[in-house]
């Protein structure tokens, strides 16, 4: 159905349009640019996007991302979408390869939520349903979202969150957080050593869209008895290439 002509309805997809292919956060002046809108109306709708969660406004108060609502729209079309069987295929492929279970997640909220997976046929497994959301900062997934975040912002999230231990490894000071957070933004390789559960451990690598922006992430996890820290360097290239294949997907 074709929108109307300068309907609210069109400037409101306009503007989600605009602050969704942005490689940066716009402010609404910065979107009034592109959209030549009355200035009025482009901050009006900003905010009122910004009250219902589909544009997120940036720590410095002027800037807008996209929101959770509005990551949620896409991860829902993704999840629905013609290639669905296409990210299973993948998915196999790669869980059949490593001999482990895989999946992808993507944030919500101050968690990662899980929505494919491909479960091991080794007897010796950790079951996660789909849907099923776990913490940002004991998890490969979660460390790796956190370090795609600018700096300040990162930190904010760090400090609302709080760092309960959840098995014998989880990082549960702020500072030694951010640590390991820097080093994954500089590898984009993450690393749940038993952080979540004891001896479970997982690797986690980037899904990201045409633009180099991370939309979710890709995953194996194991028994420690069958994948340790010092032999999960080896399966990095084949998360990475079948990362690539998933990013090849939403492009398309």
């Known amino acids: 159905m074709k929108r109307e002509r300068g309907s609210t309805i069109e ?4 503007i989600l349009d605009t ?3 942005s ?3 716009l402010s609404a002046t910065e979107i009034n640019e592109v959209l030549k809108l009355p200035k009025a109306t482009a901050h009006r709708l900003c905010s009122e996007l910004e009250a219902q ?9 002027k800037s807008y991302q996209p929101g959770n609502r509005l990551y949620d729209v896409a991860v829902g079309v993704l999840a629905n979408s013609r290639f669905s069987a296409s990210r299973q295929a993948i998915l196999t492929a790669l869980s059949e390869k490593v001999g482990e279970t895989c999946n992808i997640a993507y944030p919500d909220g101050l968690y990662m939520a899980y929505s494919d997976r491909v479960e091991t046929k080794a007897p010796l497994r950790l079951q996660f349903s789909i849907g099923m959301r776990v913490p940002l900062y004991c998890t490969a997934s979660g460390k790796l979202y956190l370090s795609t975040l600018p700096k300040a912002r990162r930190k904010a999230v760090i400090n609302k969150l709080k760092l309960e231990a959840r098995a014998k490894n989880t990082i549960t000071d702020p500072d030694a957080l951010l640590a390991e957070i820097d080093q994954i933004e ?11 559960y004891d001896d479970i451990i997982a690797i986690a690598v ?15 996890q194991a028994p420690v008895s069958r994948i340790s820290v010092d032999s999960s ?3 990095v290239p084949l998360l990475v290439e079948a990362a690539r294949d998933l990013s090849m997907l939403a492009d398309g």
């Open 23 to 25: 490689p940066k956060p």
């Open 19 to 21: 602050v969704a292919a």
């Open 233 to 235: 360097e080896q399966y």
């Open 186 to 196: 500089k590898t984009r390789v993450s690393i749940d050593n038993q952080e979540l």
């Open 206 to 220: 980037p899904i990201t869209d045409k633009q180099g922006r991370f939309y979710s992430s890709l995953a194996i």
């Open 53 to 61: 969660g589909y544009l997120l406004k940036r720590i410095n108060g």
């Open 11 to 14: 400037r409101v997809l306009d």
